[in-house]
């Protein structure tokens, strides 16, 4: 099955600042890369997703990169507020079955 | 659009009850709807794929007698958690994915936080 794995853990930034974080998947199979933003307590919210078929996404301050070849896929996000401080979560959705595998997630805090 | 309900918002039950979750999307038709769980400060779990009109398939490790999944219609999916005990307390959420969208985006409910006393 997929296993994707995400770095790091936790992030800490200063307000206006970038925040990156980076994710590798091993099946090649993996055709879409979704992520999500969760607050405590409510569902994952898709922030932005790339396809198989696109090296490189934007959205505003969002921006995710895609390298078919190495298998990672990066999320960016520009001029961070506190707003942005949540937990990120990265993921692949195989072709085959449609099942989404998730990162372990990224607690991002932005620093006021 | 894509609107995906959850119900119960949150339960609390005694130990070796049972408890069930629905799932429903309200502007869409689902075939494939997906349940998860995520305990705090960890990752969405799948747990199983539920199809309609044919029976869930589980991932490995979830017992399929204990998390019961029907999924009678193009738009409902429900789980049962049978004899509950405190170690199934977590947040229990589902996904939905339109079969009409030829991407495999999900659209996910907003969860259900189980208590077991």
């Known amino acids: 099955g997929e296993n994707v794995e995400q770095h790091p853990s936790t992030l800490s930034v200063q307000e206006g600042d970038s925040a990156v974080i980076k994710c590798t998947y091993s099946d090649s199979a993996s055709n879409y890369f979704p992520w999500y933003k969760q607050e405590l307590g409510k569902r994952p919210q898709l922030i932005i997703d790339?396809?198989?078929?696109?090296g490189e996404k934007k959205d505003q301050r969002i921006a995710v990169t895609l390298n078919k070849t190495a298998k990672h896929f990066s999320l960016h996000i520009t001029e961070t507020q506190p707003e942005d401080s949540a937990v990120y979560f990265c993921?692949?959705?195989?072709?085959?079955?449609?099942?989404?595998?998730f990162g372990a997630g990224t607690t991002v805090t932005v620093r006021a | 659009g894509a609107v995906v309900s959850q119900h119960p918002s949150w339960v609390i039950c005694k130990s070796g009850t049972s408890v069930k979750i629905e799932c429903r999307s309200l502007?869409?038709?689902?075939?494939?709807m997906f349940w998860y769980r995520q305990f705090p400060k960890q990752s969405l779990m799948l747990m199983a794929t539920s199809n309609e009109g044919s029976k869930a398939t589980y991932e490995q490790g979830v017992e399929k007698d204990k998390f019961l999944i029907n999924h009678a219609s193009l738009t409902l999916s429900t789980l049962t958690v049978t004899s509950a005990h405190p170690e199934d307390s977590s947040f229990y959420i589902c996904s939905a994915r339109d079969w009409q969208n030829m991407y495999n985006e999900q659209f996910f409910g907003p969860g259900t936080r189980l208590t077991v006393l």
């Open positions: 790339i396809r198989s078929n696109v």
């Open positions: 502007d869409f038709q689902a075939t494939t």
């Open positions: 993921a692949a959705v195989s072709v085959n079955d449609y099942k989404l595998s």
